[in-house]
C-alpha cells in the first residue's frame, strides 16, 4: 500500500509540475498579445515606456478614434477582408479536393510527373512569381480588384493544399470506392457522398490555413489592389502610419486587436477538426 501511495504521489506531483511548466509557457507565448491589448489604452509614453500590462493612464476611446481614422471607416476594411476571404478559401477547398482526388485515386498518363511538378512549385518563393503574374493580370486587367487572388483559387493554384488531402486521399481505403460502385455511384457522386464527410478534418485544416494567411497577406494585397475604398485590414494599418505625423499607436494598437480576432475565432471554433486533419492521413479504428 505506502509503495502503491508512493507512486501516485510521485505521479501527482509529476503532473503538478507538468501543468505548472505548460503554464508558465503559455503565459510567456500569450504575453505579446495581452500586452498589445492593454496597451490599446495606453498614451504613447506608456506604451515605449513600459513592458507593464495594466495602464497607469487609460485612453478609453482608442477603439473610437481609431475605428474612425482615415479617409474610410474601419467597417469597410474588414468588409473587403471578408470579400475577399471568403471567395478564396471556398474555392481553394473545392479546386483543391477536386485535383486530389484526381491524383489519390485515377491512374493516367504522366500523372506521377505532373504531381512532380506540382509538388516542387511549393519552392518557389513568392518573390520570383510576382512580376510575371502581375505583367499577366495587368494584360487581363484584373489590378486594382480581388480576382488575382479568387481567380487563380478556382484553378488549384495553391500545392500545399492539393498535397495536404492527396495525402488524406490515400489514407481512405479503396473498399469504399468498391462499395459505392457497386451501389451505382460513380466517381463524382463517390467523392461528395462518401469522400468528403470523411475529408472534413483535411478541409477545416485547409480553411484554417488559407484564412489566415489570405487576411493576413500585405505582400500580395500592396501590389495588385490600388484604391484606398478597396484596401483590406492589413493595408488599412499599414496605411495608419503612412498618413499619421505622430502616430497614436493606442489607436494602432487598437485596430490591430480587433484585425486577429477572426483569425484566433476561427481557429478555436475548429481546432478539434485542425488537429486531426494534421495529426492523421485517413481513418484510424
Known amino acids: 500500500m505506502q509503495q502503491k501511495r508512493k507512486k501516485e504521489n510521485k505521479k501527482a506531483v509529476k503532473t503538478a509540475l507538468t501543468h505548472v511548466f505548460l503554464i508558465f509557457l503559455g503565459l510567456i507565448m500569450i504575453y505579446p498579445l495581452l500586452w498589445m491589448f492593454f496597451s490599446s489604452f495606453k498614451p504613447n509614453n506608456e506604451i515605449f515606456g513600459s ?14 478614434r481609431g475605428w474612425n481614422s482615415g479617409q474610410f471607416t474601419y467597417g469597410l476594411y474588414f468588409k473587403n477582408s471578408f470579400i475577399l476571404v471568403t471567395p478564396v478559401v471556398l474555392f481553394t477547398l473545392i479546386s483543391s479536393a477536386l485535383v486530389a482526388y484526381g491524383f489519390a485515386r485515377f491512374n493516367f498518363p504522366f500523372r506521377k510527373t505532373l504531381f512532380s511538378i506540382m509538388i516542387s512549385t511549393l519552392m518557389l518563393p513568392n518573390a520570383v512569381i510576382i512580376i510575371p503574374r502581375y505583367i499577366l493580370f495587368n494584360h487581363f486587367n484584373w489590378l486594382n480588384s480581388y480576382k488575382p487572388f479568387t481567380i487563380p483559387s478556382i ?17 481512405l481505403p479503396r473498399e469504399l470506392d468498391e ?107
Open 51 to 64: 513592458l507593464g500590462l495594466l495602464p497607469k493612464q487609460v485612453i478609453w476611446d482608442s477603439y473610437y
Open 155 to 171: 484553378f488549384a493554384c495553391h500545392p500545399f493544399f492539393i498535397f495536404m488531402m492527396v495525402q488524406f486521399f490515400r489514407g
Open 179 to 285: 462499395s459505392a460502385t457497386i451501389d451505382g455511384c460513380n466517381t463524382f457522386s463517390i467523392l461528395v457522398r462518401i469522400h468528403t464527410p470523411l475529408l472534413k478534418p483535411a478541409l477545416f485544416s485547409a480553411a484554417i490555413f488559407q484564412f489566415i494567411w489570405t487576411w493576413n497577406d500585405f505582400f500580395n494585397s500592396l501590389i495588385y489592389i490600388n484604391s484606398v475604398r478597396k484596401y483590406t485590414i492589413s493595408l488599412a494599418l499599414r496605411m495608419t502610419l503612412d498618413t499619421a505625423a505622430a502616430a497614436n499607436w493606442n489607436e494602432i494598437l487598437a485596430m490591430s486587436t480587433l484585425a486577429i480576432i477572426p483569425s484566433v475565432l476561427i481557429f478555436f471554433f475548429a481546432q478539434n477538426y485542425f488537429v486531426e486533419g494534421i495529426a492523421t492521413t485517413g481513418i484510424k479504428g
